[in-house]
């Protein structure tokens, strides 16, 4: 897969997303600068995939997420459930190591990847896991169209589980109320 973003013909990224290139340092170990966000960040994870592995579909109501790709490549998709302009536009492309960037990802777009070589990522969070803000729908949901190179990756126990992306809309729709009887 080559290095760099590459959208691969669908809609344009979702309003809120984020690339921010990367500065590397020249040095004898090639290290990368991962430069400064917006957000600061309250959890840090790193997801090691095996080829073939797909994460997702999932979406946040109350954080944002970001990925760097440490090593190895990804088919990012992204779908925007929030109510207004691109609401469900799908878009697809492609984030690699060999050309250091951060997405950062906003509240309200759905997101998955695929690995199809090994990866590390660095996957970022403005807040902790919580898990009553895990929302998502299986990967391949008709709805979505979205064209993965695969037609039977490897899934989580959790991602293999999901609901339909009407159900994951629906869900989605109720934990916004709810934020919003609760906020002062």
Known sequence: MPGGRRVLGLAPLPRGVQLQ???????????????RSRFEFAQFNLVCSRPGTLRGMHVHACRED?????????????????????????????????TPQTLIIPAGVL????SPGPSKVLYGLSKEWDP????????NDPSL????????????????????YEQ???????????????AP
């Not at 997101?111 to 695929?114: E, I, K, N």
């Not at 169209?145 to 339909?164: E, Q």
């Open 132 to 139: 009553r803000d895990e929302l998502g729908c299986i990967w």
């Open 111 to 114: 997101h998955g990847f695929y």
């Open 145 to 164: 169209s979205i064209p993965w190179p695969c037609a039977a990756p490897t899934l989580s126990v959790r991602d293999a589980a999901l609901g339909s």
């Open 21 to 35: 290139s990367l500065g590397s340092v020249s040095d004898s170990a090639d290290s990368i600068a991962l430069g």
């Open 168 to 182: 994951l809309v629906g869900e989605w729709r109720c934990r916004i109320a709810e934020l919003t009887e609760d």
């Open 66 to 98: 970001s990925f760097t790709v440490l090593s190895g490549a990804l088919l990012i998709a992204l779908a925007d459930v929030r109510d207004g302009p691109g609401f469900e536009r799908v878009s697809l492309f492609e984030l690699a190591a060999s």
